[in-house]
T-cell receptor
Framework: NAGVTQTPKFRVLKTGQSMTLLCAQDMNHEYMYWYRQDPGMGLRLIHY???????AKGEVPDGYNVSRLKKQNFLLGLESAAPSQTSVYFC???????????FGPGTRLTVL | DAKTTQPTSMDCAEGRAANLPCNHS???????VYWYRQIHSQGPQYIIH???NNETNEMASLIITEDRKSSTLILPHATLRDTAVYYC??????????FGSGTQLTVLP
């Protein structure tokens, strides 16, 4: 039981490049989330999903797209990376909206 | 979600109880109080949550005042591994957690 895993752990991009971050969970959770955390700040929600095939915007969705084609996977895409997107990205999952969220180890992204 | 206020930082001696306060004076009747912690750049870890009654689990106790305007997270016997940023979140039916800046707890040897 791996919980929530994230791929890759680290990545450096140049401005304008694109990439996809993968989040996978093996707990059969319906809800999945993508957060970003900037230095010295709390987490901010980017997008979330309440089930396979669904996505919704969070607090800071601009510049990101997501897809939930399979229940266990939640992908976060950056179509044209900008330096402002340099951050640590955390994925999380939960059984429902009230129960605890389980977080992955994070992806550290630097955009030059 | 109700706004929460926490001290920026606190120290606690190893082996002693750590009491972390949180004010949520605008909390509504259906909003739960959640506590998470984040140990040095790792993903946040759930600790406990409650609505009205005090709650206890293997990690901590949560004491919520009768008027629900504040709460205290208690780590009964703090260890060095409890050094982390602790987040108090008041959340109702909204699906997103709103993380503030939290309290940096430093457990001193």
């Amino acid at each position: 039981n791996a919980g929530v895993t994230q791929t890759p752990k680290f990545r450096v991009l140049k401005t304008g490049q694109s990439m996809t971050l993968l989040c996978a969970q093996d707990m059969n959770h319906e809800y999945m989330y993508w957060y970003r955390q900037d230095p010295g700040m709390g987490l901010r929600l980017i997008h979330y999903s309440v089930g396979e095939g669904t996505t919704a915007k969070g607090e800071v969705p601009d510049g990101y797209n997501v897809s939930r084609l399979k229940k266990q996977n939640f992908l976060l895409g950056l179509e044209s990376a900008a330096p402002s997107q340099t951050s640590v990205y955390f994925c999380a999952s939960s059984y429902d909206s009230y129960n605890e969220q389980f977080f992955g180890p994070g992806t550290r992204l630097t955009v030059l | 979600d109700a706004k929460t206020t926490q001290p920026t930082s606190m120290d606690c001696a190893e082996g002693r109880a750590a009491n972390l306060p949180c004010n949520h004076s605008t909390i509504s009747g259906n909003e739960y109080v959640y506590w998470y912690r984040q140990i040095h750049s790792q993903g946040p870890q759930y600790i406990i949550h409650g609505l009205k009654n005090n709650e206890t689990n293997e990690m901590a106790s949560l004491i919520i005042t009768e008027d629900r305007k504040s709460s205290t997270l208690i780590l009964p016997h703090a260890t060095l591994r409890d050094t982390a940023v602790y987040y108090c979140i008041a959340r109702g039916s909204a699906r997103q957690l709103t993380f503030g800046s939290g309290t940096q707890l430093t457990v001193l040897p």
